[in-house]
């Protein structure tokens, strides 16, 4: 029989979660920063070899160069950023185009957050030499139960790919993912031609209470024990599927072979065949670290340690570059593609605001003198890759000014 405590703590919980808000609130709010965006538009368009889609997805990427190694990497010109936004874009059909962009009312100080300039990487904490693994310590990760939660925004916009990897709803029929889930940098994995993405339904049998789980998952953490995973027996998941018409990637990413370059370009958009029937998260460009509300990032995927389990997870910023973002959120091979978002307040509606900031990308080390160090990276999205983004969505660049 559960304590009678159980909803006394998860109350307790909730108000110290929602205390630095509250407070915050009242003084100095964290608030999204509307800002001018460039423009991003196709110019030509030309039709290329059809891919051959011969190697399976890869859920992890590696990378050996480390922040200190991106920070010292030469700024790119505006050839280089017309370059890697150029993009391909796969159809269900096979067909595959590339498309060359244009850049208009670019600002080279604005393509990067101030990240690189606000002395993040002095404060930030640095990286602890660890064995390759993918959970730092205790494992802070929450599996989401029971529709309740599931069908509830904003858990409900997370979506799995039939490659294996993660996805959110950004569009009424568009997903933003990582681009190693449909493309390996060399070419198209098996998969992608026929990609389709999965929308988590539970059944409604039931044999415990969803919020009851849900806060002894919490009130573990939050107690410091081990995060209990135990769900309900009968609590069975299904997906319901939707084909992808078109994908959509950089030309950062593709590079020949996934460089540490190309991971500041691992995104991709894909387009369904079918409008879904659930809220969508907004895009936002990423601000700097130390402006998010206590420094803290979420995203929710579905780790392949959980089958047939969403997870969702939320930890501290560390270090920044200006495309890519170093946390040690807890995660595991399958929920790399997820959107990374915060939670601010948004002026202009007089409202607080979840938006996607970034794509977790997923586990990376890089080795120094015979130790590793380890590092969850996510692709930050920049004002130049929102504009690019908001394009594939909106099809205008009017709609896309504002970031």
């Not at 602890?128 to 029971?146: L, P």
């Not at 202009?348 to 977790?360: A, H, L, P, Y």
């Amino acid at each position: 029989m559960r304590s009678r405590t159980a909803l006394p703590r998860f109350t307790s919980l909730l108000y110290l979660l929602t205390l630095p808000l509250v407070f915050s609130s009242s003084f100095s709010r964290p608030q999204w920063v509307l800002q001018r965006v460039p423009v991003v538009l196709p110019q030509q368009t030309e039709v290329r070899p059809t891919p051959r889609f011969l190697s399976p997805a890869r859920l992890d990427v590696s990378s050996p160069c480390d922040p200190e190694c991106h920070k010292k990497a030469p700024r790119p010109s505006y050839w280089d950023l017309r370059h890697f936004l150029a993009y391909e874009t796969l159809n269900s059909d096979g067909q595959l185009t590339e498309t060359a962009i244009g850049i208009y009312g670019y600002n080279p100080t604005s393509n990067t957050s101030p990240a690189s300039s606000s002395g993040s990487s002095g404060r930030a904490e640095r990286p602890h030499v660890r064995r390759k693994r993918q959970i730092f310590g205790h494992d802070g990760r929450f599996s989401i139960a029971g529709q309740d939660f599931l069908l509830k925004y904003p858990f409900s916009v997370s979506v799995k790919l039939s490659t294996g990897c993660s996805g959110t709803l950004v569009g009424d029929r568009h997903v933003l993912t990582a681009a190693h889930c449909v493309h390996d940098g060399k070419n198209y994995v098996k998969g992608a031609q026929k990609l389709r993405v999965g929308f988590l339904k539970p059944k409604q049998r039931e044999t415990q209470s969803p919020s009851i789980y849900l806060r002894s998952n919490f009130t573990s953490h939050v107690k410091g024990g081990p995060a209990p995973y135990a769900p309900p027996n009968n609590d069975k998941m299904k997906f319901q599927w939707i084909r992808a018409r078109r994908t959509h990637v950089p030309k950062g990413w593709i590079k020949g072979n996934a460089n540490d370059i190309g991971m500041d370009y691992d995104y991709a958009l894909l387009e369904l065949k079918k409008p879904h029937k659930r809220r969508h998260m907004k895009l936002g460009v990423s601000p700097p670290a130390q402006r998010l509300p206590g420094r803290r990032v979420h995203f929710s995927g579905f780790d392949n340690d959980r089958p047939g389990q969403l997870v969702y997870r939320f930890c501290r910023a560390g270090e920044e570059t200006s495309d890519l973002l170093y946390q040690h959120c807890d995660a595991q091979p399958g929920a790399s593609g997820s959107g990374v978002y915060a939670r601010m307040w948004d002026g202009r509606r007089q409202r607080w605001e979840r938006k996607v900031i970034g794509v977790f990308s997923g586990h990376q080390w890089v080795e120094r003198q015979g130790a590793s160090q380890e590092f969850n990276v996510a692709v930050r999205i920049t004002p130049l890759k929102y504009a690019q983004i908001c394009y594939w969505i909106k099809g205008n660049f009017v709609d896309c000014r504002e970031g």
